[in-house]
Nanobody, 124 residues
Framework: QVLLVDSGGGLVQAGDSLRLSCAAS????????MGWFRQAPGKVREFVAS????????YYADSVKGRFTISRDSAKNTVYLQMNSLKLEDTAVYYCAATRRDKLTRFSYEYPYWGQGTQVTVSS
């Protein structure tokens, strides 16, 4: 089992950048594919990005492609989400998630492990 702790959220202005971190502990981090999801008020949780065990492959939602970058540092047991050119519609609680399946997936039900979430608020 892996434990995930999200951090790095905050209040920023449109066009700014922010980097989220997800620290993993309790298991072999390199054996988990990782994902980021987000949930805005009154909306369902949606996929943002995922990355394979090795970090060689990534997958993004169309809404963030070209603006967000997912990466992982196995030495630090941490996965990151670099968010650039933030928009008002990026406001949400962001969650990292882990799965033992080494695949890129956008489906939340394939991730059994979740962080507690970190709030990102983008203002105009």
């Amino acid at each position: 089992q892996v434990l995930l702790v999200d951090s790095g959220g905050g209040l920023v202005q449109a066009g700014d950048s922010l980097r989220l971190s997800c620290a993993a502990s309790g298991s072999t981090f390199s054996s988990y594919a990782m994902g980021w999801f987000r949930q805005a008020p009154g909306k369902v949780r949606e996929f943002v990005a995922s990355i394979t065990w090795s970090g060689d492959d990534t997958y993004y939602a169309d809404s963030v492609k070209g603006r967000f970058t997912i990466s992982r540092d196995s030495a630090k047991n941490t996965v990151y989400l670099q968010m650039n050119s933030l928009k008002l519609e990026d406001t949400a609680v962001y969650y990292c998630a882990a799965t033992r399946r080494d695949k890129l997936t956008r489906f939340s039900y394939e991730y059994p492990y979740w962080g507690q979430g970190t709030q990102v608020t983008v203002s105009s």
